[in-house]
């Protein structure tokens, strides 16, 4: 029990079971869980409990206990810092989600997380958790990266240091799968059916990767077991959608401010949100589909139409947003050259190589990506966005790029995008400002373009990144052109002489 006479000096109330009803009756516009939390089971374990997963998965569960379903409680799991769990474990895993509309906001606190783990500190109460009976969903975000799978082939990447830490010593793992092949072979040891494994990253074709990541890891220790989850587990793929900043100490206190709620670890998010998953289980199903998640045979056209525009869009935004001086995504669309020259790229150059999807309508969902790019009260980092480059690039936007050399459609647009990655990676925008860049692979990459810059060929020679457009000399000619442009022009005197085009 929380201590009520040490609540905050500014007035704002702590966040906790004792005191929510206090903020339910301090603000009207907050609506707080009209369930009773200790009648919830877990049903569900996640692993990466980050902003994302607590604005998107965290309200259709909490949606769904909101109707009288009590079997979906979610155990997160944290695999790095322990910040998670310093923030939610006073509130009693309580936190708040603030929905932010260009008009209104909706405010909610969350109450089906029961409980929150740290793998490093005690690895074994994780796998516990996943080994129950009673869980039979285990649900990921934990970036492309976290899977060490080659996202071409699906091999696992035998070499990478994680891997090989978790195959030495894996009563410590650096990565998901130890926890996730140990709770399967304890529940195969005990007759207990195995959980579902549900991949939520934006990885393309994520169960497969999934499935790939957790059955090779098993092989590497035990032949019957990866024999076992390869038969019996379903690693069913899935596409979610919502744009989600990273929490801040700003953010934090603005909640405070605006709603009188002392939440460490608040959510900022919009109101958009979507969920497609491919209906294949091997335990229960939850009855996500009462709360607006759709089930469907096959996930490939939706997750093709929101990568190929929405995260590949966001790349374009990001680099070459950051390059004309901006910060965030609103102050970057309130530039009528960056904001007109995303929608061309999505309208000349994605959209015409998309399928039709049942119930996708393209234009109203292009222009919804604009709105939502353009909220004015979810300001999210350009510095996210341009991120993982070197994962995000090969996954969403260069695909298209492939797909328009190879069918001869325009793709000027597109290169644009990429010269503006490649002079991102130099560290400063084009005023000379200093950027900062976080890739996994950045050593590599600043080497290889140190080699002869602004000459990009020993870079777009990288095949894991680029695949065989380094060989195509025309190609490799265009993106040179454009890098010395924003180089010697900037940003803005390149996207005229797009247009003028």
């Keep these: ?87 939610l474990e006073p509130q009693d895993t309580l936190y708040t989600v603030v929905e932010r509309g260009a008009d209104e906001d909706t405010v909610r606190i969350v109450g089906t997380l029961s409980e929150v783990l740290h793998g490093p500190e005690d690895p074994e109460a994780v796998i516990r958790a996943m080994a129950d009976e009673h869980i039979r969903l285990v649900t990921l975000t934990v970036t492309g990266g976290g899977y060490h799978v080659d996202l071409e082939t699906h091999a696992l990447l035998e070499d990478a240091e994680d891997i090989r830490h978790d195959l030495g010593d894996p009563h410590h793992p650096e990565t998901f799968l130890p926890y996730v092949v140990e709770a399967l072979a304890r529940r195969r040891a005990n007759g207990v059916a195995p959980f579902t494994v549900l991949s939520c990253d934006n990885v393309p074709a ?123 995504t609103n102050d970057a669309m309130s530039d009528p050259a960056i904001s007109g020259y995303l929608r061309r790229l999505m309208d000349a150059e994605i959209g015409p190589l998309l399928p039709e999807v049942d119930g996708v309508d393209l234009e109203r969902y292009k222009a919804t990506l604009i709105e939502r790019f353009a909220n004015p009260n979810v300001a999210d980092e350009l510095q996210r966005l341009a991120g993982r480059g070197s994962t995000k690039m090969p996954s969403y936007l260069l695909p298209t790029l492939h797909e328009a050399i190879d069918r001869g459609t325009p793709h000027a647009l597109l290169d644009l995008a990429v010269a503006g990655w490649l002079r991102y990676l130099c560290g400063t925008d084009c005023d000379g400002n200093e950027l900062t860049i976080k890739d996994a692979r950045l050593q590599e990459l600043e080497s290889l373009l140190r080699q002869d810059w602004p000459d990009p060929r020993p870079l777009l020679a990288e095949r894991s990144i680029f695949g065989g457009l380094g060989e195509d000399e025309a190609f490799a000619s265009r993106i040179e052109t454009l890098v010395r442009a924003l180089d010697e022009r900037g940003v803005h005197a390149v996207l005229a002489e797009a247009e003028a085009e």
């Design 206 to 328: 994520n169960g497969a990767v999934a499935r790939a990541a957790v059955t090779s890891f098993a092989r590497l220790k035990d032949e019957g077991l990866a024999d076992w989850i390869a038969e019996h587990v379903a690693f069913p793929s899935s596409m979610v959608d919502r744009i989600t900043p990273e929490t801040t100490e700003e953010s934090a206190a603005w909640v405070g401010e605006e709603f009188g709620i002392h939440d460490q670890w608040p959510v900022i998010t919009e109101p958009f949100r979507q969920w497609v998953i491919e209906d294949r289980f091997c335990n229960e199903r939850p009855p996500l589909d009462r709360v607006g998640v759709q089930f469907v045979a096959d996930t490939g056209p939706y997750e093709l139409v929101k990568k190929r525009l929405l995260n590949g869009s966001h790349c374009a935004l990001g680099y070459l947003g950051s390059l004309a001086g901006h910060r965030t």
């Design 1 to 87: 029990m929380h201590d009520l006479n040490h609540a905050p000096a500014d007035g704002t109330h702590p966040l906790c079971d004792d005191t929510v009803d206090r903020v339910d009756r301090a603000d009207p516009r907050v609506e707080i869980p009209a369930y009773d939390r200790n009648a919830l089971t877990a049903g569900v374990v996640h692993i990466g409990v980050g902003a994302f997963h607590r604005a998107h998965q965290q309200i259709y569960f909490d949606a769904l206990a909101r109707t009288g379903e009590t079997a979906w409680g979610v155990i997160g799991v944290g695999l790095h810092s322990r910040s998670p769990m310093d923030a």
